[in-house]
């Protein structure tokens, strides 16, 4: 079995569970077990979303596949309530039929106590006797029965900072020392609330590596390599891209949005799936590309870490499918930052900024044995001005 994630619940959730709370076998176990109307459903789930002493969330499972299934992405597998009051949360929960028997009761449980424990002191749950399934999931986590009622039995376990409990984390994998640094940033934002682990090597980022923390994302802003299925698979992974998408799907976003003349664009973080940049969007931002590539770079650095990842861990937004027609970029070689004496000078400052970054090789034009590389350009008055470096070719 994968593992399982869960997101805040929202009202446009009120059909999905709607249909849950009318389960036949979610009414027979539940105190009122007559069905619940849709007007008083909607009524009582908005004031449950605007109570703060009220979590909703929706767990799913990822890149699964089961026997009578199909690969999916995503499957939204259940739900689980805690009401808090006077430092006891009361738990209530229900798993899809289709899943029920699996361990998922469990693993919804695990996730949501470990979201919860700050600020919580004991955990607590109905549960009627007529209603074994439900209690044996209690019981394999810590549970214990406290008071029997007749009908049913309240269990209770304390909130201790165990590995059941433990604080969330979150990795992310960058080589960028802009990137690098803003991690570090959060890193002492979260202090306290997530742990935040940096992957800067390739060769770090192992399953071994992810089971050790079991993050509940894995962050990839600007990083080169391919990801491996078995990570993609197991764990909600999220790169951040420099194009609306679906159009820009592919390499060298920033200098093929440049080159096609664009001012401004979208930095989409989608969810990693088997295709190159095709998978579920998370949310997107507006991005100017004035500037140098390492001024554009770092401008969009500071939006991943101070505005999208905060928000991704602040809400846990649900990726939607992506929507237009796919254009997929070519990814530029080296020799394709070369001037010609057929550019005009917007182009030519054009070529310079976009390749002027961390980690790029720059614009460059040959003289006799000579490489000239170009830096620092300035257009202006139809002249562009520029730092140029003398490299002997064939170094």
């Excluded at 894995?218 to 998408?245: A, K, N, Q």
């Excluded at 949005?257 to 949310?283: E, N, P, W």
């Excluded at 054009?350 to 790029?360: P, Q, T």
């Excluded at 044995?369 to 140029?388: H, I, K, P, S």
Aim: net charge neutral; charged share 30%.
């Amino acid at each position: 079995m994968k593992d399982i994630f869960l997101r805040r619940a929202s009202l446009d959730d009120a059909e999905l569970l709607f249909s849950w709370a009318n389960d036949i076998d979610v009414r027979r176990n539940a105190f009122r077990q007559q069905e619940i109307l849709w007007d008083e459903h909607v009524k009582w789930l908005k004031g449950k979303l605007q109570d703060e002493n009220c979590r909703i969330y929706i767990g799913y499972i990822t890149a699964e596949m089961m026997a009578d299934m199909t690969y999916m992405s995503e499957k939204p597998i259940g739900q689980i309530r805690l009401d808090s009051s006077d430092g006891t949360s009361e738990i209530d929960y229900s798993v899809v039929s289709a899943f029920r028997g699996r361990g998922y009761g469990t693993r919804l449980l695990e996730e949501a106590m470990r979201l919860a424990a700050d600020g919580c002191r004991k955990f607590s749950a109905c549960v009627k006797k007529s209603n074994p399934a439900s209690m044996r999931v209690f019981e394999k986590c810590g549970f214990a029965m406290t008071q029997d009622r007749g009908d049913y039995v309240v269990l209770e376990r304390e909130c201790a900072k165990t590995a059941d409990a433990r604080r969330p984390s979150v990795v992310i994998c960058t080589q960028k020392s802009w990137n690098i640094a803003n991690a570090e940033k959060l890193r002492q934002q979260y202090e306290g609330k997530y742990d935040v682990h940096v992957i800067t090597d390739k060769a770090d980022l192992t399953t071994q590596t992810l089971q050790a923390v079991r993050p509940e994302y894995v962050f990839f802003p600007h990083w080169s390599y391919l990801i491996p299925e078995e990570i993609f698979g197991s764990y909600r992974c999220v790169v951040f891209h420099m194009t609306d998408l679906p159009y820009g799907r592919g390499g060298s976003p920033l200098q093929n949005l440049i080159v096609r003349g664009f001012t401004r664009t979208k930095l989409s973080a989608l969810r990693v799936d088997q295709g190159i940049d095709t998978g579920d969007i998370y949310m997107k931002e507006d991005l100017e590309l004035r500037g140098t590539a390492d001024e554009i770079l770092r401008r969009a650095s500071d939006l991943i870490f101070r505005k999208m990842i905060p928000d991704l861990l602040a809400n846990h937004p649900q990726p939607v499918p992506q929507r237009g027609e796919a254009v997929v970029f070519r990814r530029r070689k080296p020799e394709d930052g070369r001037l010609l004496p057929e550019m005009d000078e917007k182009t030519i400052y054009d070529y310079i900024r976009m390749l002027d970054g961390e980690g790029y090789p720059g614009a460059f034009v040959e003289l006799g044995d000579y490489r000239l590389r170009f830096y620092e350009a300035d257009c202006a008055d139809g002249t562009v001005t520029a730092r140029v470096r003398f490299e002997k070719r064939g170094k």
